[in-house]
């Protein structure tokens, strides 16, 4: 096997089917109300939050949220909803 068939396995497993998807497509799905619940009762989430947006913003923008998930070892949930959060605070 070649590195592009490594490359496609880590895409797909790790990083999930799920990359070309926006935060916005995700935020109209019926469920997004009951993830964000979810989330926002985990007892990490305020400090994941916290950190994403004193450390991981500054120096990566535009992180996705795969990415994001991946690097700190906490649910592609999670990390949806960080970024989305986020980013909606920025923007008011």
Same mark, same amino acid.
Request: charge should be negative.
């Given at each position: 096997?070649? *590195? ?7 895409? *797909?497993?790790? +990083? @999930?089917?799920?990359? @070309? ?9 019926? +469920?997004? =109300?009951?993830?964000?619940? =979810?989330?926002? /009762? ?6 994941? /939050? !916290? ?6 913003? +500054? ?17 592609? @949930?999670? !990390? ?6 986020? /980013?909606?605070?920025? !923007?008011?």
């Amino acid at each position: 096997m070649d *590195a592009s068939w490594y490359k496609y396995i880590r895409d *797909a497993v790790i +990083l @999930g089917s799920v990359k @070309g998807l926006s935060l916005e497509e995700y935020v109209d799905n019926p +469920l997004w =109300t009951i993830l964000v619940e =979810t989330v926002h /009762k985990m007892i990490m989430y305020p400090h994941h /939050k !916290a950190y994403v947006q004193r450390e991981i913003l +500054l120096e990566h923008p535009d992180v996705s949220f795969q990415e994001l998930a991946v690097n700190l070892e906490i649910s592609r @949930g999670e !990390a949806l909803v960080i970024l989305y959060e986020l /980013k909606k605070e920025k !923007a008011e």
